[in-house]
T-cell receptor, first 116, second 110 residues
Framework: GAGVSQTPSNKVTEKGKYVELRCDPI?????LYWYRQSLGQGPEFLIY????????DSGLPNDRFFAVRPEGSVSTLKIQRTERGDSAVYLC??????????????FGSGTRLTVV | KNEVEQSPQNLTAQEGEFITINCSYS?????LHWLQQHPGGGIVSLFM???GKKKHGRLIATINIQEKHSSLHITASHPRDSAVYIC????????????FGTGTRLTIIP
């Protein structure tokens, strides 16, 4: 696609439920990132994929959070047993790969998750 | 202390004024990004800098690597420039992840 697509754009769920957030990156972008932005804060890193593998998942807050990218394109962020503190905008970004590369990021519009 | 800090946190100015937003960072970076975020909207990448200066329209971004400081300038500001501006340092390790500042909320009054 022309840009990074995230679905759904908004998700309201009850505490304790399971949610999946989807990111469809720009075609050919091998690097994919998930960030989380709480109200009034800057985005915080969650996880980075290089191709199909999670190259860095050090930002995932706990084991309720998991992300996959099975074919190296679309990624799904999965949150189990959601808590009210998980409410945030979840941002996805993609870029061309390359350590030390000069490619820019392209961000999606985000998924606003509200846990009630 | 945050690894990437911005100032001011909030800025209100009259249309036409020259705007400066500052960013200081304490981490090693390979590049610095300036991003724009409108209310309810996604993030748009404005600039990626590793040295010197870049200009796009009324926007100018500069970076001083030795001082670990970057500035974003807007000339002839317009109400449509109202947004949150975020600087982010790009890791110089392999993951190239971004460490974000908390943003500067800019409001331009007509």
């Amino acid at each position: 696609g022309a840009g990074v697509s995230q679905t759904p754009s908004n998700k309201v769920t009850e505490k304790g439920k399971y949610v999946e957030l989807r990111c469809d990156p720009i075609s050919g972008h091998t690097a994919l990132y998930w960030y989380r932005q709480s109200l009034g804060q800057g985005p915080e890193f969650l996880i980075y994929f290089q191709g199909t593998g999670a190259a860095d998942d050090s930002g995932l807050p706990n084991d309720r959070f998991f992300a996959v990218r099975p074919e190296g394109s679309v990624s799904t962020l999965k949150i189990q047993r959601t808590e009210r503190g998980d409410s945030a905008v979840y941002l996805c970004a993609s870029s061309l790969t390359g350590t030390g590369g000069q490619s820019g990021y392209t961000f999606g519009s985000g998924t606003r998750l509200t846990v009630v | 202390k945050n690894e990437v800090e911005q100032s001011p946190q909030n800025l209100t100015a009259q249309e036409g004024e020259f705007i400066t937003i500052n960013c200081s960072y304490s981490v090693g970076i390979s590049a610095l990004h300036w991003l724009q975020q409108h209310p309810g909207g996604g993030i748009v990448s404005l600039f990626m800098l590793s040295s010197g200066k870049k200009k796009h329209g009324r926007l100018i971004a500069t970076i001083n690597i030795q001082e670990k400081h970057s500035s974003l300038h807007i000339t002839a500001s317009h109400p449509r420039d109202s947004a949150v501006y975020i600087c982010a340092g790009r890791s110089n390790f392999g993951n190239e992840k971004l460490t974000f500042g908390t943003g500067t909320r800019l409001t331009i009054i007509p």
